[in-house]
């Protein structure tokens, strides 16, 4: 109603079912905007629970990091013990060295020993320098 003419300006009937369904249609509409408020803006981050994915990617980054160092260093480790005793005339650190063993450098040894191939393949090279005879080819 207008207050100077007390005029009816605008009128709707309430009813029970109007009621219901403009109250209804109310709470769905402000549960979906604070749906999309908090899942397409930085509140989100506020929810207990919820992990930045930013953070989740520098995590693993950082740790894939990491894993590469330690790798890294383990190798610069057994070289240098590896240069240490070549250096004072002891053999060549083998797997079952303390030194390398304490280190957890096991693999690391592996990778630079010479395999049984390497053995005979030396030993095929050494007798076809001595003897000066092109060796046979193999079949394989």
């Avoid at 397409?40 to 994915?53: H, K, M, N, Q």
């Avoid at 894993?67 to 057994?78: C, I, M, N, T």
Wanted: aromatic share 8%.
């Amino acid at each position: 109603m207008d207050t100077d003419t007390f005029k009816e300006k605008y009128s709707f009937q309430l009813s029970g079912t109007n009621l219901f369904v403009t109250v209804g249609i109310t709470v769905i509409v402000l549960i979906v905007l604070t749906t999309v408020l908090i899942a397409f803006t930085p509140l989100r981050e506020w929810i207990p629970g919820y992990t930045d994915a930013r953070a989740v990617e520098q995590t693993y980054e950082n740790a894939r990091r990491m894993d590469s160092l330690e790798h890294r260093l383990a190798e610069q480790e057994w070289m240098v013990l590896a240069m240490r005793a070549a250096l004072s005339g002891e053999m060549p650190l083998e797997v079952h060295d303390t030194a390398a063993s304490g280190h957890g450098l096991q693999a690391l040894t592996k990778e630079y020993l010479r395999s049984h191939e390497d053995s005979l393949l030396r030993q095929e090279v050494e007798q076809y320098v001595s003897s000066s005879i092109t060796p046979t080819p193999r079949n394989e």
